[in-house]
């Protein structure tokens, strides 16, 4: 009797996901623990595994939006057929003279794991890869390279516009939107229809910072290993400022306020497969190198695929950097169920009158987005002064002043 794989539970509030991608054909033999699929959430994707030996069927399509519990494929008992990769792939490692010549798992080529296992999955061998690591080591981003090399580019439906003026007609190309885009798409529309969304703006000199992280940036380095950014200065002049103002570390259940005590700041990263908020812990409590360390960790984990539910979830306010892109100043969209997200933006050498004088400093907008229902105009503005504080006297949040 055929045993059905299902759509597991990947947190309380999502109720379905989508099939992203098969990673094994149909009808063909899986072990326990292979990976066979990849399902797509507005969070992140997360890889399913066999449960057992047997011939896989598939009981669903990519693109297929899937409730909780239904079943998306099914593993038949039975033996792998002889002549099979499977059966070759064992003989092969049952020989001491076999080196591995499966796609992806070649042993005397060197490669890091993630590019093993993503060579595996798209069927590529490692030895017609060229690395450009350290020592000729292959890469993730040159087996994805040679991926592009080997799969034909998508095709897309190429219509003429009606009523195209002139004698040539004019031609736009037509392709479905991803099952993650449509999900987060989805989620940014019921942000902007269920909390009352408002924004408010100021500009912060980033002179104090700027000299602050040149002035100690390679001792830090050489005492943590890792950076000082300007995301732990921001972090943490966000949690004095929702200490200074408690409602913005509110949100609303039902007909209730519910007010944190606890500081877990979100930190929005854009991935090729759009974005996720991934959530630094107890801020508080942590040094500007402990935050610095958990972003450092976050990046890695996300470039990877292997971002969880779990870094995702329980934050109670987040920070986006559109800066990073080029971005002068936007008007960013909250994170339900939060009240708030504050946007940073380019730093741009801008004249300002400084003590009667008109002086050239770098300068950074700033853009708080909040839940009017629960925040009030003022204590939005008091809430975003206080950054502009923090960030311009960096020295106070050092000394908890």
């Known amino acids: ?147 592009k090399e080997t799969t034909p580019p998508a095709q897309f439906s190429v219509e003429p516009l009606e009523g195209s003026m002139g004698t040539g007609a004019k031609k736009s190309t037509r392709r479905k939107m991803s099952p993650l885009r449509r999900k987060i798409a989805t989620h940014l529309v019921n942000a902007q229809h269920e909390a009352a969304i408002l924004t408010t703006f100021n500009e912060c000199d980033m002179t104090a910072v700027m000299e602050l992280r040149k002035r100690v940036q390679d001792d830090f380095v050489a005492r943590h290993g890792v950076k000082l950014g300007f995301m732990s200065f921001f972090i943490k002049a966000v949690v004095d400022a929702l200490k200074a103002v408690p409602s913005v570390n509110a949100q609303i259940d039902g007909d209730e306020i519910v007010e944190h005590q606890f500081y877990d700041i979100g930190v929005a990263v854009g991935t090729d497969k759009g974005l996720m908020v991934p959530v630094v812990r107890n801020c508080d409590e942590k040094s500007f190198a402990g935050i610095e360390k958990d972003i450092s960790d976050y990046a890695t984990k996300a470039r990877d695929g292997k971002v969880s539910l779990g870094d995702l979830q329980g934050g109670v306010f987040t920070i986006t950097n559109g800066g990073i892109y080029g971005s002068l100043l936007s008007t960013p969209i909250l994170n339900p169920p939060q009240s708030g997200i504050l946007g940073m933006h380019s730093i741009q050498q801008r004249p300002v009158a400084l003590n009667g004088q008109v002086v050239i400093r770098p300068m950074m907008y700033l853009a708080l987005s909040y839940d009017h229902r629960i925040v009030d105009g003022k204590e939005a503005v008091t809430f975003l002064v206080r950054v502009k504080e923090c960030i311009e006297n960096p020295e106070r949040m050092l000394v908890g002043a």
């Open 1 to 147: 009797m055929a045993h059905e794989i299902k759509i597991p539970s990947v947190g309380e509030s999502i109720t379905s996901a989508t099939l992203g991608s098969w990673h094994k054909s149909e009808g063909a033999y899986v072990r326990a623990g292979e990976v066979i699929l990849t399902i797509e959430t507005d969070k992140i994707s997360t890889e399913l595994e066999s449960d057992r030996d047997g011939i896989l069927h598939h009981l669903a399509a990519v693109g297929d939006e899937l409730a909780i519990g239904a079943p998306v494929a099914s593993i038949e008992p039975g033996e792998a057929p002889a002549g099979s990769p499977e059966v070759v792939k064992e003989v092969q490692s049952a020989s001491p003279a076999s080196v591995g010549s499966s796609a992806g798992e070649s042993t005397d080529v060197k490669a890091t794991p993630v590019a093993r296992k993503i060579a595996a999955g798209e069927g590529i061998d490692l030895t017609n890869v060229s690395g450009t690591g350290a020592g000729g080591k292959i890469t993730k981003a040159d087996v994805l390279g040679a991926t």
